[in-house]
């Protein structure tokens, strides 16, 4: 079965602090996505990658960063984090031939 | 851009009944088109991927059917159970991995 894990269930920052969220998959896919879901607003694209050291910016980039380093590994930043940032953070990947895409358990975080 | 709308947003059944979740969306040249479920509180759960040049998959008691040219897909349940209840999502995807979502159907069968 596809795996893949986010480094944190919940979490709370305060506003201006550097948040990292991490995203992990185990089937060597080549594309990975980072949305973020709000209610009445659906899933909306940040950002993703389709390769290592590659990224694209989705609907919704202001605000946020990436980086891929290594292939299983997708890493969304928040430079400095606003309470307009309080949002479920869903990761997924997929291989670039199908894009079936498989999503992790999503990372709640809270800006107060 | 695509849009992709599901109707109802909410549905309630009665166990044992088969149901039909609906999904629309504006643009035809799409890819391939993904139900999810999703759990409050979790992440989503694939459940049946239709490619474009496919009509329908079945995955035990799902099955979703994709007509591309009227830009419609259904999710059919049947014999419906309480443990089905959750939001069902439809997505649609194009040649360059873009994936849109709906706003989600949330079903709940009772006991």
């Known amino acids: 079965d596809v795996k893949v894990t986010q480094s944190s269930r919940y979490l709370v920052k305060r506003t201006g602090e550097k948040v990292f969220l991490e995203c992990v998959q185990d089937?060597?896919?080549?594309?990975m996505f980072w949305y973020r879901q709000d209610p009445g607003l659906g899933l909306r694209l940040i950002y993703f990658?389709?390769?290592?050291?590659?990224?694209e910016k989705g609907d919704i980039p202001e605000g946020y960063s990436v980086s891929r380093e290594k292939k299983e590994r997708f890493s969304l930043i928040l430079e400095s984090a606003s309470t307009n940032q309080t949002s479920m953070y869903l990761c997924?990947?997929?291989?670039?031939?199908?894009?079936?895409?498989?999503f992790g358990p999503g990372t709640r975080l809270t800006v107060l | 851009k695509q849009e992709v709308t599901q109707i109802p947003a909410a549905l309630s059944v009665p166990e044992g009944e088969n149901l039909v979740l609906n999904c629309s969306f504006t643009?035809?040249?799409?890819?391939?088109l993904q139900w999810f479920r999703q759990d409050p509180g979790k992440g989503l759960t694939s459940l049946l991927l239709?490619?474009?040049?496919?009509r329908e998959q079945t995955s035990g008691r799902l099955n979703a059917s994709l007509d591309k040219s009227s830009g419609r897909s259904t999710l059919y349940i049947a014999a419906s159970q309480p443990g089905d209840s959750a939001t069902y999502l439809c997505a649609t995807g194009d040649n360059n991995n873009d994936m849109r979502f709906g706003a989600g159907t949330r079903l709940t069968v009772k006991p």
């Open positions: 997924a990947s997929s291989f670039f031939s199908n894009n079936e895409q498989f």
């Open positions: 990658s389709y390769d290592v050291k590659m990224k």
């Open positions: 089937m060597d896919h080549e594309n």
């Open positions: 239709i490619q474009s040049s496919q």
């Open positions: 643009d035809s040249a799409i890819y391939n």
